[in-house]
């Protein structure tokens, strides 16, 4: 038989992969779903389940949560990446490490083809497609639901003609949970005015007393809350726990697809935005102005080539590198305020703070320089506009 391995979530469109490749085109199905922080242990079970009931041969699990953190999570953090200054790539950026685990895993028992459950209109046909065709292009993809133009209401008639009838009702809001985020989306996502409800976030509101937590940055990676150390990846589910009971992080991100059009997505990521905005807080303290100038431009692009899937683009190790050497000096603690539905940066406190009281106080007194230093220097500043309006004239 043709040994395929296929993307499989358990959802409808790859439930529906599933059955028609094992049925109909004969393929010896092998199920792999990549869990990038988005499935829990009996989620996993009840997909092994459905994939043989299906026809799988074999169902694979593949924990990929410290490698999502390792390969991309840390730089996200390192580079402050929030594309269009909203969305934190919550779930984006699993869609890479997925692609590259399951193409590995293909390579690995030697199959001919891959195939996965994306649609012709969307993001991830694109990221999933790059990453297999770079990596292994030997290999086939196939996508039944692409190819055929599938609609939901033909891929549940052909599950129930084949003696599958699971509970296939459409949920009024698509949840993906990850490490880094959730997305939220639903008939108001696919308009450009209505907002989504409270009651569409997979986190409601629980506690309304304010408190303040303290995160602990080592060369820019989060190590410890409030004194207690920890692996980076178990800091950020402790705090997305803590600061989820606050319903902090709710957002819509719009943005450019990578085939053009234009999209509308809910989200839920108040890990990733407290952390984000504590570790730049804390760079502002301790990095240079050009530094985070620098930095803010290759953290940008970072971001731009990780959401349209140019990961495995050799520039993205050559940013890795420039961001990773700018982290030498970003160690300290964060002070952050937690309140129902915000939070608030109080401040930092760190052995590498550069606002240092050694040569004086903004606004009040200066121990570095002199009146007349600081009159010759103003006067030299100017030069370039003098030179400009004594040629040009005043405009």
């Known amino acids: 038989m043709k040994k395929l391995v296929l ?50 041969t074999s169902y694979t699990s593949i924990d990929a949560v410290q490698t999502f953190y390792d390969k991309v999570v840390k730089y996200l953090i390192f580079g402050n990446v929030l594309k269009n200054n909203t969305y934190p790539l919550s779930v984006s950026a699993e869609r890479i490490v997925q692609a ?51 609609a939901r209401e033909e891929e549940i008639a052909y599950l129930k003609e084949n003696g599958v009838d699971y509970p296939w009702e459409k949920a009024k809001y698509s949840i993906n949970r990850g490490l880094w985020g959730t997305s939220v989306g639903g008939e108001e996502t696919l308009t450009s005015e209505k907002p989504l409800p409270d009651s569409a976030y997979p986190s409601q509101l629980q506690e309304k007393n304010p408190t303040e937590v303290k995160l602990t940055f080592e060369k820019g990676e989060l190590v410890a809350i409030d004194g207690e150390k920890d692996t980076p990846v178990a800091n950020i589910e402790k705090l997305e726990a803590l600061a989820s009971k606050y319903a902090i992080g709710r957002d819509i991100h719009v943005g450019d697809t990578i085939i053009g059009t234009k999209g509308r997505v809910g989200f839920e990521a108040p890990a990733s935005l407290i952390i984000i905005k504590a570790h730049h807080l804390l760079e502002k303290h301790t990095l240079t102005k050009w530094q985070q100038y620098q930095k803010e431009q290759q953290g940008n692009f970072y971001g731009m080539l990780l959401h349209e899937g140019n990961y495995l683009d050799a520039v993205m190790r050559n940013i890795e590198t420039f961001l990773t050497d700018t982290q030498k000096t970003v ?43 600081a009159k010759g220097f103003i006067k030299i500043l100017s030069n370039s506009g003098k030179i400009y309006n004594h040629v040009n004239g005043s405009e």
């Open 100 to 150: 590259i685990e399951i193409v590995n895993y293909a390579k690995k028992i030697g199959a001919g083809y891959i195939a996965h459950g994306s649609t012709g209109a969307g993001n991830d046909q694109v990221r999933f497609d790059m990453i297999f065709q770079i990596i292994a292009p030997e290999i086939e993809i196939i996508t039944p639901i692409r190819d055929n133009k599938l």
């Open 331 to 373: 160690s300290g603690d964060v002070f952050v305020g937690l309140y129902p539905f915000q939070f608030r940066l109080h401040g930092i406190s760190s052995e590498y703070d550069l606002m240092t009281d050694a040569f004086g106080k903004y606004g009040e007194v200066n121990k570095g320089w002199t009146a007349d230093d």
């Open 7 to 56: 993307a499989y979530s358990g959802g409808l469109d790859t439930s529906y992969c599933a059955k028609h490749l094992s049925k109909d085109k004969g393929f010896e199905v092998h199920a792999v779903s990549v869990n990038t922080g988005g499935f829990s242990s009996d989620e996993i079970k009840e997909i092994e389940k459905k994939s043989i009931e299906l026809g799988a």
